[in-house]
Structure formats: structure tokens, C-alpha cells
């Protein structure tokens, strides 16, 4: 059984992240960095200062209220504002796994554990929380094949 954190503000179910993703099977290389999130009390506002300050575009996301998505449209890696009060950690980074389950097991396994429910971006793939094993949260993406 996959240990799981209790649930708290930290680690509520969150459906409809943009682009996320990391390969966690036990002696595999992490893959590339896909997404990030950022979380502050005013995701709007914060959005559009990343925007300004970095020439991301900045777009509402159509699966979830008050997510912002950042594009970088020079094929930098994208990622996405949101309300402090959907996870308490400043910056979240999102890896691309292979399998959503066999890299869950891995996490656990090696002393992380899962952080929230799985979630589908319609389009796109599954995505799910995790947890290393001082509590960082990170986010995972399977991609759809």
C-alpha cells in the first residue's frame, strides 16, 4: 500500500494542472523538467508580474479556477500561478513519468510518498502529487501516448 500525507491545505486534490511530469522506476534517470508552479495570495496579479518580468504569456486555465497558465513561447519550460491556499509550498516542480504508477511506487519506496488524488487533463494525460521524503511536494505527468 502506497503510505499517503494526511490530508491538510498542503496536499488537497488539485484537477486540471497544465503541464507536468519525472521517470521515478527504480534505476531510472530522471527526465525533463516539463512544468512548474508558483502559489501566492493574489495568482492573477502574480501571473501577470511573471508575464512582465519574463515574456511569458498568461492565460486563465480552462480546467481550473484561479490557475494561471504561463507559456513560454520560446520553447522554454511553461508552468502556472496559483492560490497559495491550494498547496503552502512556494514553487512546485513538475516531472514526466513514463508510468504514473510504477513511479509512485518508487517515490514510496524509497521514502516519499503520494500527496493528493490522481488527476486527468483532458487531452493531455494524468497527473498526480507527490511527496519526497522531507515533504517536498512534486508534481508528476504521464502523458498520454
Not at 480552462?62 to 494561471?68: A, L, S
Not at 509512485?104 to 500527496?115: K, R
Not at 493528493?116 to 511536494?137: C, K, L, M, T, W
Request: glycine share 10%; net charge negative; charged share 20%.
Amino acid at each position: 500500500m502506497r503510505r499517503r500525507l494526511p490530508k491538510t491545505s498542503e496536499n488537497i486534490p488539485l484537477s486540471g494542472c497544465a503541464n507536468a511530469g519525472l521517470s521515478l522506476t527504480r534505476g531510472a534517470t530522471m527526465s525533463k523538467l516539463v512544468h512548474f508552479e508558483i502559489t501566492g495570495r493574489d495568482s492573477a496579479a502574480l501571473a501577470s508580474f511573471y508575464a512582465r518580468q519574463f515574456g511569458y504569456s498568461a492565460d486563465p486555465s480552462p480546467f481550473v479556477p484561479d490557475y494561471h497558465l504561463l507559456k513560454a513561447d520560446d520553447g522554454g519550460v511553461s508552468g502556472a500561478v496559483m492560490p497559495r491556499t491550494n498547496k503552502d509550498q512556494t514553487v512546485i516542480l513538475w516531472f514526466e513519468v513514463a508510468d504514473l504508477d510504477a513511479s509512485l511506487d518508487a517515490i514510496v519506496a524509497a521514502g516519499g510518498a503520494v500527496a493528493g488524488e490522481r488527476n486527468e487533463i483532458p487531452g493531455e494525460g494524468h497527473v498526480q502529487y507527490a511527496a519526497d521524503p522531507e515533504g517536498n511536494i512534486i508534481g508528476l505527468k504521464q502523458p498520454l501516448l
